[in-house]
């Protein structure tokens, strides 16, 4: 490919918003433009690594026996009515009607769409187990799209569901699933020192339990939980740690209303009782989707994790109640209590109020505290659980200090059990006695435009990308300087009938400096230069991550590329 | 592939409104599934095939110049809006808006966005000519879909849009385009003698000129006139023929109005006045998207091509007039004139009124007609142009016969001039001298999945699909038949590690003769065959095409796949 003719050159400006480098870099080295918020083109730099990734997926998820196949993106809302998941995802959910006002949605996920395929068919358990995957594009109506290809409304998702006969065969293909997305990072060139599988929430997916592969990250939204040796890592809306236990032992005195002339902060009840942060209640009064009213309690010096709580009170979103519904139900804000509290309200508390005796907390009123508190005899909860937030230095539930880091999500895997082949009638195969049975599902996922953007982000200096060779856009960079286009041409030429992708930089207005620059900033690993000053039948070979240049002859090249050195 | 794990089996019955052969059999042979009418899965075989072909195009693509790159399918509806099109293609539209009501219109054809991409970007006179292309999903809310996946709402298109400096230089990309799809179609396996690439209608598209490619095909939409030479071949919407003279040289007589108690029929007429049908003036009353009533007329022998008369009358959309609607104005069904005709009526005539005097029609009043009525001595139409349809036996403009024939459509390419880039502000690159100028544009598509359906149509015989090899879904089909599984297991394996692409039908419960027929069915051009009876160290070869079956060795399998036997 000539650069001459290359639509999307390289550009000194970045987009105003970019922080994360790998929109920065993705942008100025002509990788992307953004449409809208959340909707971006693939340039054809761009696309060539989006193929390259796909490809790699491809190889992997084929050797691991699972058939391609493609769905429909527009789905009849009907099927996600079946399954309920019209609610649980309407915010993020868009839809559309045709010209027969038939209501379709715009996939994000396409679990009924294949399970509704699946049950076209009559399935016996001769034809299982079988792992259905599609390349497709998916829409999420994202509140925040953001860094560049990092959070998008549209993108393309490598997106597979299993279907088996029993949990034990889901089992096998969930641990195949694992290794197989293992595989696949590594070939996309990502360290596997800096690759983490996390236990972690399903969302709107459905399903008990699932494992997000993050890239650690400091852009990444990820947060999640590892102990030193590795053995234990989870995302930090699900990850578990021990409440160590603080006064247990102290003999529960009598309960007391007293005065409280205070501000609305924990710290102000600190000061004014002259008591530690976590002998306090903490009270966080919250509002479901449906308007229902939410207490969530948990010991003072702990934060209250918003999925944790979702999942305990069956709600699909969550929001912090204003002041006036606070009052609304006969309380008051700084000064909430699980204690004489509204039975509208549902009271959800953290096992961690019993690492604690004497609590103090608000009295339902403004400036009247409530000291001396203690679970089960003065309040009760209607909902026992976990509900706090693990942080860096909690200790795990087998004693081993949590570290805490941040990456970015690049893929999933789900256990779905029954979660859809239950709602979803029919979606069952004839056992070997005839007997019709639901599937054991599972669904696995990975974003392609994100996956590029954390490729970009592991692989970058400050003078630009450093593409891993597996997904470089093209094999090697062909520079000419000077009065040499001759030679440059042919050995141009050499290279493409030997199979070689070149990008060649046959521009005749640019400096040295700026095809240097270009190069340096496109990434891509190998960089030949040809100039009036290259000794005659050589190249100046050099990686781009190295300083070092070789002088080295056509063939020379060929055997590198090819013996991938 | 171990056919007994593959997703997606053969099945007997076939789906009741299936008339396409490719429909019927892509069912039943299990290449697709429908998901909602005009929506379709493409299961794991279909997959395979609709790869294959995208593949083909990619590499003639790309070996044309063309650089690949992908745009979002949500298009800003603000896009469309700039080029009107929002109007033109009101009715096959679908939009959506997101969480903050911002419209998006489901792309159907990405013109606007390709050049919001390019504006996005100081082009310069050197950076042309560049041709940009994708694969993607597009959208058309089609009326009436059809033929399985001939005729389909959601499809992958290969969509491709040029930008250049000059008119020259886009008639050379025109052209190398044309060559470009004529070896696609090649590769494909379409027999030359019936590719026919002919000028038709650019539809909403825009632009002065197109060509359709057309497969020959009777279950085809696309019905063209060509001269026996193929010099000439023109879709029937825009397809010139001559008017051949009638009564030229007879005196004008005067005009009279006469009692006419008849039916409503031209033929009524006829057997009334006791004259030819052609000196009869037909009458067709039209209203567009608009409410504008359009009085069409032509020769009574010929007929009116509604696409002609939209182009004339600068309509999107046009229907034919109520009975009400025509008394309303003022005239009579069956009896419509454009003589007295309200003003308010567009009159568009076809050029055959010149060939004809002393013609009759009727009067705009019941049972009332006028006889001896000649062009602008009695009426003037208010546009005068060719709107009538050409017919088989119909002469050319160059006086050679033309025949009709029917076939499907699997590619367009489109001049469109300044079309977009007039419309669209910033659509412009910086000439030699600094100065702005418009881009001259074209576009070229290719529609993946009719394309795959059309391959099938024309390979095809009673027992199923005969694939060719560029894109069959395997290369070879291995059968085991009894007692032979361990050499069967062998020999697959062989194939596997030498890079054979083999669905292999290792079912333990399925006759002979029920494998026969379903690899007959499936179509993979080369059948293998290993049975008890066949003879060690070999395999029974047979072509799906031929009758004719060898015992041949492995090594042998492995020469005649290679060499594209």
Not at 208 to 220: A, L, P, Q, R
Not at 256 to 271: H, I, L, S, Y
Not at 366 to 371: A, E, F, V
């Amino acid at each position: 490919m000539l650069y001459s003719k290359l639509f999307g050159k390289t550009i000194k400006e970045a987009p105003r918003e970019a922080s994360a480098s790998s929109h920065k870099l993705l942008y100025q080295a002509g990788f992307i433009r953004e449409s809208t918020a959340g909707r971006y083109y693939l340039l054809p730099l761009g696309l060539r690594v989006q193929s390259k990734i796909q490809k790699i997926i491809k190889e992997e998820m084929d050797g691991a026996g699972a058939q391609e196949m493609i769905a429909p993106v527009l789905h009849p809302i009907d099927l996600w009515k079946e399954t309920n998941r019209t609610n649980s995802v309407g915010f993020e959910l868009m839809s559309v009607k045709d010209r027969n006002e038939t209501e379709f949605v715009l996939g994000g996920t396409a679990e009924e769409m294949l399970v509704d395929l699946v049950r076209k068919f009559q399935i016996s358990y001769k034809d299982l187990p079988f792992n259905l995957y599609q390349f497709s594009t998916k829409f999420r109506d994202e509140l925040r799209p953001r860094g560049g290809l990092l959070r998008l409304r549209e993108f393309v998702m490598k997106d597979a569901y299993s279907f088996h006969a029993t949990e034990q065969d889901f089992k096998k293909e969930y641990a195949k699933m694992m290794t197989t997305y293992t595989n696949i990072f590594k070939h996309l060139g990502f360290d596997a020192s800096k690759l983490y599988v996390v236990e972690s929430d399903n969302g709107y997916i459905g399903g008990e339990y699932c494992h997000e592969f993050i890239v650690e990250s400091d852009v990444g939204e990820s947060k999640f939980l590892i102990t030193e040796d590795g053995k234990y890592a989870a995302h930090e809306d699900v990850a578990k740690f021990k409440r160590d236990e603080k006064n247990v032992s102290e003999k529960e005195r009598p309960m007391e209303e007293v005065e409280a002339v205070r501000g609305n902060t924990m710290e102000d009840g600190v000061k004014l009782h002259k008591l530690p942060l976590w002998q306090q209640i903490k009270d966080l009064m919250m509002v479901d989707e449906k308007g229902n009213m939410i207490l969530a309690v948990v010991r003072g010096d702990l934060d209250v994790n918003e999925v944790k709580l979702a999942h305990l009170a069956k709600a699909y979103q969550l929001r912090h109640a204003t002041e006036e519904e606070i009052r609304g139900i006969g309380s008051e804000p700084g000064f909430i209590s699980p204690i004489g509290i509204s039975k509208k309200v549902k009271v959800i508390g953290d096992i961690s109020l019993r690492t604690i005796k004497n609590a103090y907390t608000g009295a339902n009123k403004k400036y009247q505290d409530l000291i001396n508190v203690n679970i089960d005899r003065d309040y009760k909860l209607d909902i026992e659980g976990d509900i706090a937030l693990a942080k860096e230095e909690y200790l795990s539930e087998g004693g081993k200090k949590l570290t805490q880091k941040k990456g970015i999500e690049v893929g999933n895997i789900f256990q779905l059990g029954f979660h859809y082949s239950s709602k979803m009638k029919g979606a069952a195969f004839k056992d070997r006695n005839g007997e019709s049975k639901p599937f054991y599902m599972g669904c696995y996922g990975i974003g392609l435009a994100r996956t590029l953007a954390a490729v970009a982000e592991k692989h970058h200096d400050d003078k630009g990308i450093v593409w891993p060779k597996t997904v470089a856009p093209f094999d090697c960079h062909l520079l000419v300087l000077g009065a040499a286009k001759d030679r440059a041409d042919k050995v141009y030429q050499k290279l493409i009938e030997g199979g070689i992708d070149v990008l060649y930089d046959d521009r005749e207005d640019v400096s040295a400096g700026g095809k240097f620059a270009d190069a340096d900033l496109i990434g891509i690993p190998i960089r030949l230069v040809i100039s009036d000053k290259t000794p005659q039948g050589k190249i100046e070979w050099r990686k781009r991550e190295e300083k070092e240049t070789r002088l080295i002859s056509v063939d020379e090249v060929f055997e590198r590329i090819r013996t991938k050195e």
